[in-house]
């Protein structure tokens, strides 16, 4: 990935220049979208210059003034922005409640469109959407689905391109948001739908029209991320051990929420005390992030754990004798 950047730094500059409509469109840009859309098994993609606003982009371009945004409780704060900012009724929905979401949907015919907003795997929880049902009311109450997959990408499905993915799911959801961030390791978002709804973004969305487009070194790193991610499967299985491996401990008890995902919350609730044990976690050499308020409700501060296909036996068993000593001490 570094070699790749560093050639297309040799040849293109740092900055893109200008827009993307305007000049800022380089090969690298066009083949990520088209190599995007391929990995998501979907007609179009679109690259933003980060997953952040990937989400703005998406909702404020499909939502609007007679419209209703509907989205899960736990959803990141990205989509809650672009719902807000979209001009459109607002309403939130208790996490995962489909009950709850169905209700909603049923007293909305009045609205000239309904968009349901979820997270594919939930950032701060690490729990994943009930995609089935969500796009079986998606059919049943006429709207359309996004979801945005920024912590599924990578993670699941044989090409590693998501919970939609796994589930079967690419064509009957409207829009996948993703990060080029997170298990690309790279930088900027997309978006990836239908060449209809990717034509009305590049219309109609204004984080992508009236921003300077990526550095091309960026897409070309993440073209070469996007390679490395699909011709090295073991690297997911690895992945999966891991989180396997730290799920069956067991290791904190009641407070062990189930390992759905490499993100695993410790919810400890208080927040001096969750602060506390990060730092003495740290001392033992090991970096588990202390997440409060605002990003998580009061009462709830939480240790979140992330495991990767990098971490090593001898890393889980270092943290498998940190935490009790921590948590007991
Ligand atoms: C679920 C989710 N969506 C979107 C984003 C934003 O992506 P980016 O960091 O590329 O702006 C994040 C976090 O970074 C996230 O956790």
């Known amino acids: 990935m570094i070699e790749a950047a560093r050639e297309a730094l040799a040849t293109q500059g740092v900055g893109a220049g200008a827009a993307r409509l305007i000049s800022g469109t380089t090969e690298f840009h066009t083949r990520l979208e088209s190599e995007l859309a391929k990995w998501m098994s979907t007609e179009r993609a ?32 990205s989509l809650i922005d ?47 959407a009930d995609l089935e049902g969500l796009v079986s009311l998606k059919e049943r109450y006429d ?12 993670i699941f499905g044989n090409r590693g391109s998501g919970l939609s993915e796994e589930r079967g799911l690419e064509n009957p959801i409207d829009v996948r948001v ?6 690309l390791g790279v930088f900027g978002g997309f978006a990836a739908a239908s ?8 219309n109609f969305s204004r ?29 997911r299985k690895k992945l999966w051990q891991n989180v396997k491996g730290i799920g069956d401990r067991h290791l904190w008890g009641d407070r062990q929420t189930g390992v759905c995902s490499p993100i695993i919350p410790i919810i400890i609730g208080d927040e001096k005390r969750t602060v506390e044990i990060s730092e003495r976690l740290l001392e033992k050499g090991i970096l588990i992030p202390a997440i ?38």
């Open 143 to 154: 709207s359309l689905l996004i979801v945005d997959e920024a912590h599924a990408l990578g």
């Open 292 to 329: 409060r308020y605002p990003t998580v409700p009061r009462g709830k501060a939480r240790l979140r754990l992330t495991v990767s296909a990098a971490h090593t036996e001898a890393d889980l068993n270092q943290l498998f004798q940190a935490l009790p000593e921590v948590f007991n001490g």
């Open 195 to 202: 060449e209809t709804l990717i034509e009305s973004l590049v």
């Open 82 to 128: 672009g719902a807000r900012l979209s001009g459109a009724t607002f309403r939130v929905f208790p996490h995962k409640n489909l009950s709850r979401l169905e209700e909603i949907l049923k007293s909305a015919s009045g609205f000239r469109r309904r968009v349901i907003v979820t997270d594919a795997v939930f950032s701060m929880d690490g729990d994943r």
């Open 207 to 235: 984080p992508f029209i009236f921003a300077t487009a990526p550095p091309p070194a960026l897409a070309a790193a993440a073209l070469k991320a996007l390679e490395i991610l699909q011709s090295e499967p073991d690297l």
């Open 178 to 183: 993703g990060t080029l961030s997170k298990a």
């Open 46 to 77: 679109l690259v933003f210059g980060a997953g952040y606003l990937a989400n703005l982009g998406v909702l404020t371009a499909l939502a609007g003034e007679k419209d209703l945004v509907v989205m899960d409780k736990l959803s990141h704060a």
